[in-house]
């Protein structure tokens, strides 16, 4: 099963975010509640140094909805896999939406296969979880993360996850759309606000402007 | 108990479920405007660069223009792996390796 084969990524997904969280200042049980609590890795490497940066808990918070939207399209999907549900079990279904177990289970039959999913949910669900707790109690041991390049962690994780998306030369023209403008306002506004302000303009000029058909 | 850390934590929870449940609670049969889902697909493609490329570029308030700075080949490097399909951590991995190099030579 897929799922499987993207087990031991997720786990040292995970023991890299617990170890640089802890790097960063977060206590353990800081950050384990936030990987059970949020469950959203993009959205926590991004919310970790803003954390360590002492920025508004309301622009975490907004940046945090705003990169986490996307699921609104993956709950939308997989939706109707799950009609003969109870409603409480719906309820904890939903905040095991993870991008992989969507990619896994939409990957394999349309409508998604409500057992797959859950199965991949599962098992992403504890890998991660599992991979933050070894790396919060390992992530302790390095002194100097700069050193080995670990504070490169963090943006070398985002720029591989959009180099993937990047298909069309609209895609392109919105990546460094968002990437110029975000230099421009990091430079002249303080915080982290570039990173809402230059996603929300590049990603709402992009669906304003491009043709209809680019949604697929 | 830090209170400013796990208010921020909470808020983030909240809202993130807030982009899980709604959609997923309604059962949504019918799928969403077009031009809705096109905004959609084209907010990580926005947000990631967003975040990723000051970090690379501006230090302490300012632009890093110099040839002489480590994270501008880590993310030229990155950015061609992952582009050539290679598996995410090994991309990360090599970059982090080269900045980490980098850095020691300098």
């Known amino acids: 099963m897929a799922s499987l084969a993207l087990v031991p990524s997720v786990f040292v997904y995970g023991t890299v975010f617990g170890g640089l969280a802890v790097q960063a200042g977060l206590w353990p049980l800081e950050v384990w509640g936030m990987s059970v609590l949020v469950f959203a890795g993009a959205s926590q490497f991004v919310a970790v140094p803003m954390l360590a940066a002492g920025t508004p808990a309301l622009a975490i918070v907004l940046t945090t909805y705003v990169i986490n939207m996307r699921h609104y399209l993956m709950a939308a999907t997989l939706a109707p896999s799950f009609r003969r549900y109870k409603r409480r079990w719906l309820a904890l279904i939903a905040h095991l939406i993870n991008d992989e177990s969507f990619a896994v289970a939409a990957a394999r039959s349309q409508p998604p296969d409500a057992g797959v999913y859950l199965g991949s949910a ?11 707790v070894v790396g919060t109690l390992l992530g302790g041991l390095v002194d100097d993360p700069e050193r080995y390049g670990l504070d490169f962690a963090f943006p070398a994780v985002f720029l591989s996850l959009v ?7 609209s895609d392109w023209l919105v990546a460094i759309g968002a990437a ?10 303080p915080g982290n606000w570039h990173i809402v302000l230059a996603g929300l303009a590049a990603s709402g000029v992009g669906a304003l402007v491009l043709p209809v058909e680019e949604a697929a | 108990m830090r209170t400013y850390i796990w208010l921020t934590i909470v808020g983030m929870a909240v809202a993130t479920y807030l982009t899980r449940a709604p959609m997923f609670l309604a059962l949504a049969s019918r799928p969403l405007p077009p031009r809705v889902r096109l905004w959609l697909r084209l907010v990580p493609l926005a947000v990631l660069p967003a975040l990723a490329i000051p970090l690379v570029l501006v230090r302490d308030g300012r632009l890093a223009t110099s040839l002489a700075h480590p994270p501008l080949w880590g993310a030229i490097v990155v950015l061609a792996l992952a ?6 951590l090994v991309s990360v991995t090599c970059a982090v390796a080269v900045v980490a190099l980098l850095r020691g030579l300098g």
Do not use: D, E, P, T
Request: hydrophobic content about 70%.
């Open chain 1, 122 to 132: 599962a098992a992403i669900a504890g890998s991660f979880v599992g991979g933050v």
């Open chain 1, 163 to 169: 180099a993937v998306q990047l298909h069309r030369r």
């Open chain 1, 180 to 189: 110029v403008l975000a230099v421009a306002l990091a430079l002249v506004l």
């Open chain 2, 83 to 88: 582009a050539r399909g290679v598996n995410l």
